[in-house]
C-alpha cells in the first residue's frame, strides 16, 4: 500500500488560509468518507483534528475544515495563527482492511 | 479523561525484539480498537496495525506482517506491541492510539522510543 501524497510543505502569512491535499487512489480516499487528519507539533504525539473528511471533535478549532473530490482529500485551515505551524498528516481507511498515512506537510506560518 | 501511557525508550541490539505496553484508563477498554503508528527520527506517520481488545482480532500492515504481535491483556486494559527481529530502520518512536474507526485515532500515548543499534 503506497502513502497517501501531501505536499512537502506549504506556507501562509497570519491571517490568511490555506489548503492541504492528500491525494490517494480508488483503493482508498476515494472510495470511503474515512479521511482523517492529524496536527503533530515537533516531540509531540499526533493529535486529531478532522475525521470523516469533514467532521471536527470537540474542542477543535472551526477554522480546520476538510472536503474531499474524488481520490483527492483536503484540509483547509483559515484565519492562520503561529500556533499552527506544524505537521500536518492525512491517513485513509483502504479496501485491503488496513489503514494509510500521507508522507506529512510541513507548514510554516510566516 | 481518557489516557494511554506507553513503556519506557529501549535500545536493542539488531536481530532482539523488543515488547511496548500502552496502559489504558479513562473508557471502556474493550469498546475500541487499539492502534499502533510509528515514526522514524525525522520522518511521517507510518500505520502498523490494530487489535480488538473485544474480540482478540488483529490487523497488520503487509510490510511488518511475520514480525509484529499486537495483543491485549484485558483485565488491565493493557495493549502490547512485538516486534521481533529488530534492524536499524526500525529505530523510531512507536506510539499506541485508540481508535474509533479503522482511521479515526482520538487519544495517542506519549510515545516510546525504540533505538536499534549494535
Known amino acids: 500500500q503506497s502513502a497517501l501524497t501531501q505536499p512537502a510543505s506549504v506556507s501562509g502569512s497570519p491571517g490568511q488560509s490555506i489548503t492541504i491535499s492528500c491525494t490517494g487512489t480508488?483503493?482508498?480516499?476515494?472510495?470511503?468518507?474515512?479521511v482523517s487528519w492529524y496536527q503533530q507539533h515537533p516531540g509531540k504525539a499526533p493529535k486529531l483534528i478532522i475525521y470523516?473528511?469533514?467532521s471536527r471533535p470537540s474542542g477543535v478549532s472551526n477554522r480546520f475544515s476538510g472536503s474531499k473530490s474524488g481520490n483527492t482529500a483536503s484540509l483547509t485551515i483559515s484565519g492562520l495563527q503561529a500556533d499552527d505551524e506544524a505537521h500536518y498528516y492525512c491517513?485513509?481507511?483502504?479496501?485491503?482492511?488496513?489503514?494509510?498515512f500521507g508522507g506529512g506537510t510541513k507548514l510554516t506560518v510566516l | 479523561q481518557v489516557q494511554l501511557v506507553q513503556s519506557g525508550a529501549e535500545v536493542k541490539k539488531p536481530g532482539a525484539s523488543v515488547k511496548v505496553s500502552c496502559k489504558t484508563s479513562?473508557?471502556?477498554?474493550?469498546?475500541?480498537?487499539i492502534t499502533w503508528v510509528r515514526q522514524a527520527p525525522g520522518q511521517g506517520l507510518e500505520w502498523m496495525g490494530s487489535?480488538?481488545?473485544?474480540?482478540?482480532?488483529?490487523q497488520y500492515t503487509q510490510d511488518l506482517q511475520g514480525r509484529v504481535t499486537m495483543t491485549t491483556d484485558t483485565s488491565r486494559g493493557t495493549a502490547y506491541m512485538e516486534l521481533r527481529s529488530l534492524r536499524s530502520d526500525d529505530t523510531a518512536i512507536y506510539y499506541c492510539?485508540?481508535?474509533?474507526?479503522?482511521?479515526?485515532?482520538?487519544?495517542w500515548g506519549q510515545g516510546t522510543l525504540v533505538t536499534v543499534s549494535s
Open positions: 492510539a485508540r481508535a474509533w474507526r479503522p482511521e479515526r485515532f482520538d487519544s
Open positions: 479513562g473508557y471502556t477498554f474493550v469498546t475500541y480498537d
Open positions: 487489535i480488538s481488545p473485544h474480540t482478540g482480532d488483529t
Open positions: 480508488t483503493s482508498d480516499v476515494g472510495s470511503y468518507n474515512y
Open positions: 470523516d473528511v469533514t
Open positions: 491517513n485513509s481507511y483502504t479496501s485491503s482492511n488496513t489503514v494509510v
